[in-house]
């Protein structure tokens, strides 16, 4: 099964999901996971990071809890470095949210404590990526690729 009906279609590549019962398999956390319109956008930004992004499989975390001084935080999507560290962390809204400045305020608390070379922030309309500068953000003008195993 693929894409429904009543799903609306985003500017990220759609890819081939598999949905029943208004659940969609989730290829990283290899489960069935509740369909609502946040995980459709996290769906396709997971797929987005495997195929465009290049990012390895097994370097994808989705919905991992954070301790820090600030309580637990969750994260959508984290890809972790070859190394171990966080090369990004994605928040994902649901498609009808408009992306303002709040939501990139969540990612950029997220980085404060995690520190990623990159963050995100998508409702699968509109994508923002910003990369690490010192301790600051800056917004990239293309979405980057996960780093060849000679330049990571």
């Not at 396709?44 to 989705?62: C, D, I």
């Not at 809890?65 to 999507?77: C, E, L, Q, W």
């Not at 690490?132 to 980057?144: H, N």
Request: hydrophobic letters at 40%; aromatic letters at 8%; charged letters at 30%.
């Amino acid at each position: 099964m693929s894409l429904m009906s009543n799903r609306p279609a985003l500017r990220l590549e759609q890819p081939e999901l598999r949905i029943r019962d208004g659940r969609v398999l989730d290829l990283v956390r290899r489960r069935w996971v509740v369909l609502t319109p946040e995980e459709w956008v996290r769906q396709h930004t997971m797929h987005f990071l495997l195929q465009r992004a290049r990012a390895p499989h097994g370097l994808l975390s989705v919905e991992k809890a954070h301790h820090s001084h600030a309580g637990a935080r969750r994260t959508d999507v984290t890809v972790y470095a070859r190394d171990g560290s966080r090369w990004m962390v994605v928040e994902c809204k649901a498609p009808d949210v408009r992306l303002a400045q709040s939501s990139l305020d969540q990612v950029a608390r997220y980085a404060r404590e995690l520190k990623p070379r990159y963050i995100a922030v998508t409702n699968g309309m509109s994508l923002y990526c910003a990369e690490r500068v010192g301790d600051r953000y800056a917004f990239v003008p293309q979405f980057p690729e996960y780093p060849d195993i000679e330049s990571s």
